[in-house]
């Protein structure tokens, strides 16, 4: 285990934001996790559990403890014809596995290709993209609650998965992942209903590793380069909106581009939506919105964690003015 004091978080985070914390624990087994957990700590200082910081925005310097998972490993658990079960360390790179699963022809994951991240932070956050979500593959989750300092094993059901949710955080009891169990499947079934993808697999093999190289091809067109623009991927969750809301908006809207999910809730583009009221032009000190892709705020110029927050905000207050519509972050704030 080793324990940093006064810590910089700038390679904790892909905002690139320099920001530090008080204390920073990298643990590297259950057992080491369970002594941080029982350790007294005054009821005012927090705790925090990240992963590769992917998916979070440090407003400022954090006063408290910022834990860190360092569980490595892939361990086939079972398998027979149809499906193979494995044992992911909470702190494998996700896109590693990702490739690994791809190579030895185990399907369920491939068009989750090049999500930034840890295997932990996949199953808290249900990733999802192009038509995939890991809520599908989650066979259990093992996770240790900071209230019980006890484990606690999570059947998929139990995880209580929906767009980019879960459990784990809706939960007011906090629970740190150390591993996280996946179902693949050992003939996959390809989900190819994405134009961008079948565009790209037009006269080529379908197989998991064209797959994946079409999603490669398609997210490094449309995304920021993590290396020059710090930023999280998409800032917003796509709002879902009553029926009602959206008949009196597609009067206006006609174009608006839209999924229904059953005969009363529909999903609207949060991107059209930014992109509509002219949020794409904003920017407040370093931060701005990505020229290409107008749910993605980057870090252009030297950002605070402030500048992205308060052009967030601004986006927020645009898009409500202008289509009655509460875009929520899916970018957590620390
Ligand atoms: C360029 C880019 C593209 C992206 N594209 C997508 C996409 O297509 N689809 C998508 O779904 N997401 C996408 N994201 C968001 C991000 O990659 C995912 O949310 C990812 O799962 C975050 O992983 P992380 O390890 O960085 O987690 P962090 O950002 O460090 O943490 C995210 C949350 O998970 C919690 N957490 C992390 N590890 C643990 C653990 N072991 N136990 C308990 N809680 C934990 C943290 O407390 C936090 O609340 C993108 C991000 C970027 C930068």
Same mark, same amino acid.
């Given at each position: 285990?080793n324990?940093?004091?006064?810590? $910089?978080?700038?390679?904790?985070?892909?905002?690139?934001?320099?920001?530090?914390?008080?204390?920073?624990?990298?643990y590297? $087994?259950?057992? %080491?996790?369970q002594? *941080? =957990?029982?350790?007294?700590?005054?009821?005012?200082?927090?705790?925090?559990?990240?992963?590769?910081?992917?998916?979070? =925005?440090?407003?400022? %310097?954090?006063?408290?403890?910022? *834990?860190?998972?360092?569980?490595?490993?892939?361990?086939?658990?079972?398998?027979?014809?149809?499906?193979?079960?494995?044992k #992911?360390?909470?702190?494998?790179?996700?896109?590693?596995?990702?490739?690994?699963?791809?190579?030895?022809?185990?399907?369920? +994951?491939?068009?989750?290709?090049?999500?930034?991240?840890?295997?932990?932070?996949?199953?808290?956050?249900?990733?999802?993209?192009?038509?995939a979500?890991?809520?599908?593959?989650?066979?259990? #989750?093992?996770?240790?609650?900071?209230?019980?300092?006890?484990?606690?094993?999570?059947?998929?059901?139990?995880?209580?998965? $929906?767009?980019r949710?879960?459990?784990?955080?809706?939960?007011?009891?906090?629970?740190?992942?150390?591993?996280?169990?996946?179902?693949?499947?050992?003939?996959p079934?390809?989900?190819?209903?994405? %134009?961008?993808?079948?565009?790209?697999?037009?006269?080529?093999?379908?197989? =998991?590793?064209?797959?994946?190289?079409?999603?490669?091809?398609?997210?490094?067109?449309?995304?920021?380069?993590?290396?020059?623009?710090?930023?999280?991927?998409?800032?917003?969750?796509?709002?879902?909106?009553?029926?009602?809301?959206?008949?009196?908006?597609?009067?206006?809207?006609?174009?608006?581009?839209?999924?229904?999910?059953?005969?009363?809730? #529909?999903?609207? $583009?949060?991107?059209?939506? +930014?992109?509509?009221?002219?949020?794409?032009?904003?920017?407040?000190?370093?931060?701005?919105?990505y020229?290409?892709?107008?749910?993605?705020?980057?870090?252009?110029?030297?950002?605070?964690?402030?500048? *992205?927050?308060?052009?967030a905000?601004?986006?927020?207050?645009m #898009?409500?003015?202008?289509?009655?519509?509460?875009?929520?972050?899916?970018?957590?704030?620390?």
């Amino acid at each position: 285990m080793n324990i940093y004091k006064n810590y $910089s978080l700038l390679k904790h985070n892909t905002f690139h934001l320099n920001t530090k914390t008080h204390k920073f624990i990298e643990y590297e $087994s259950e057992e %080491d996790l369970q002594k *941080i =957990l029982e350790e007294t700590r005054s009821p005012n200082e927090p705790i925090y559990h990240i992963g590769h910081g992917s998916n979070i =925005l440090f407003l400022n %310097d954090f006063k408290g403890t910022i *834990i860190h998972s360092n569980i490595k490993g892939i361990e086939i658990i079972k398998e027979d014809k149809t499906h193979i079960l494995l044992k #992911v360390g909470a702190s494998e790179d996700w896109d590693s596995f990702v490739s690994y699963c791809v190579n030895k022809g185990w399907g369920g +994951i491939e068009n989750l290709s090049l999500i930034p991240g840890e295997i932990g932070a996949s199953a808290f956050q249900n990733i999802g993209a192009y038509g995939a979500e890991i809520s599908n593959v989650v066979e259990e #989750v093992h996770a240790y609650s900071l209230t019980t300092k006890t484990k606690q094993i999570f059947s998929n059901k139990e995880c209580k998965y $929906s767009y980019r949710n879960s459990f784990f955080k809706e939960s007011k009891e906090i629970f740190y992942i150390t591993y996280v169990v996946y179902r693949l499947l050992k003939t996959p079934q390809f989900i190819l209903n994405h %134009d961008k993808i079948k565009s790209y697999l037009y006269g080529k093999e379908i197989n =998991l590793i064209n797959i994946r190289k079409a999603i490669i091809a398609i997210r490094q067109l449309s995304l920021p380069n993590l290396k020059i623009f710090g930023n999280a991927g998409s800032f917003f969750t796509n709002p879902y909106i009553c029926i009602d809301h959206y008949e009196k908006l597609k009067k206006q809207y006609y174009n608006m581009p839209c999924y229904f999910v059953d005969n009363k809730i #529909v999903k609207v $583009s949060a991107a059209w939506l +930014i992109e509509q009221c002219g949020g794409k032009k904003e920017y407040i000190g370093g931060a701005s919105v990505y020229e290409k892709h107008a749910l993605i705020l980057i870090n252009k110029n030297n950002a605070t964690g402030q500048d *992205i927050s308060i052009l967030a905000e601004k986006i927020q207050s645009m #898009v409500k003015n202008t289509f009655g519509i509460k875009l929520k972050p899916e970018v957590s704030y620390l």
